[in-house]
């Protein structure tokens, strides 16, 4: 099994940054595929960014703002978001794809609110 701990999120106003953190308990090289996703409330949940084999995706929405990134001495991804929007409200989570049981796992979520 994969654990997957969250941090970052808070609440800033529009224009600030925040950065999420999703830490894993397995060596980031067993992971060939992570996401971050977001669920605004009511709304489904979305895939904001995403990387595997190492070529990084963004939502159009987030592009030219957001970046991913790792640290595999750390097992521990990253998702830099700058120039944030009220409309970038929303509970984050990171999901990542464990090889060795070829099963996607779930972090718990971490709550970004961006205030006008």
């Known amino acids: 099994q994969v654990q997957l701990v969250e941090s970052g999120g808070g609440l800033v106003q529009a224009g600030e940054s925040l950065r999420l953190s999703c830490a894993a308990s397995?060596?980031?090289?067993?992971?060939?595929?992570m996401g971050w996703y977001r669920q605004a409330p009511g709304k489904q949940r979305e895939l904001v960014a995403g990387t595997s084999g190492g070529n990084p995706s963004y939502a159009d929405s987030v592009k030219g703002r957001f970046t991913i990134s790792r640290d595999n001495a750390k097992s521990t991804f990253y998702l830099q978001m700058n120039s944030l929007k009220p409309e970038d409200t929303g509970v984050y989570y990171c999901?990542?794809?464990?090889?060795?049981?070829?099963?996607?796992?779930w972090g718990q979520g971490t709550q970004v609110t961006i205030s006008t």
């Open positions: 397995v060596s980031s090289f067993s992971i060939n595929a």
């Open positions: 999901n990542v794809h464990w090889v060795v049981t070829n099963r996607d796992y």
